[in-house]
């Protein structure tokens, strides 16, 4: 079983940054391809940004050239460097590791972007 531990999350002013970080349990990070979401209130949840094992990034086109994602595989950690938040940025993020087909997902660190 995996369990994934986001934190980071908070109220910023709009321009600020933030860095959320996301630790998981167990011995399939390394392999697995990790993911950020988020669900703003009314909402579906959408896909933030993902990076497989291999390093490959993918960003929403909403978050490009704002948002960072990145792997510590000897942490087992993957984080999100937000830079540039928009009040529009403001929802639940929510970590998910994916690997072998099944998927994981974080209990969710809320991010609020208000002035």
């Known amino acids: 079983q995996v369990q994934l531990v986001e934190s980071g999350g908070g109220v910023v002013q709009p321009g600020g940054s933030l860095r959320l970080s996301c630790a998981a349990s167990?011995?399939?990070?390394?392999?697995?391809?990790m993911g950020w979401y988020r669900q703003a209130p009314g909402k579906q949840r959408e896909l933030v940004a993902i990076?497989?094992?291999?390093?490959?990034?993918n960003y929403a086109d909403s978050v490009k050239g704002r948002f960072t994602i990145s792997r510590d595989n000897n942490k087992n950690t993957v984080y999100l460097q937000m830079n540039s938040l928009k009040p529009e940025d403001t929802a639940v993020y929510y970590c998910?590791?994916?690997?072998?087909?099944?998927?994981?997902w974080g209990q969710g660190t809320q991010v609020t972007v208000s002035s």
């Open positions: 167990g011995s399939i990070f390394r392999g697995a391809t």
């Open positions: 998910n590791l994916r690997y072998l087909g099944i998927q994981y």
């Open positions: 990076i497989t094992s291999g390093g490959v990034r």
